[in-house]
């Protein structure tokens, strides 16, 4: 899963499940290989924290067969 971040540390939560926190490239792209995403709908989340404001984006997937 690739996210485009310009704050420091990114966490990744698919399904509720934490993927870890990863710093963004110096291109700003934080890149989480190997996530498994279920048959059906999938949530994923992000959260960052940029000057103590907490950040968050959210989705929805859905994974067909």
Do not use: H, R, T
């Amino acid at each position: 899963i690739k996210v485009f971040s310009n704050v420091g540390l990114v966490e990744l939560k698919v399904n509720g499940k934490s993927y870890g926190k990863i710093a963004p490239n110096k291109i700003k792209i934080c890149l989480w290989k190997n996530v498994q995403l279920k048959p059906g709908k999938n949530k994923i989340e992000v959260k960052a924290i940029s000057a103590k404001i907490k950040l968050m984006d959210v989705c929805e997937w859905v994974l067909l067969n």
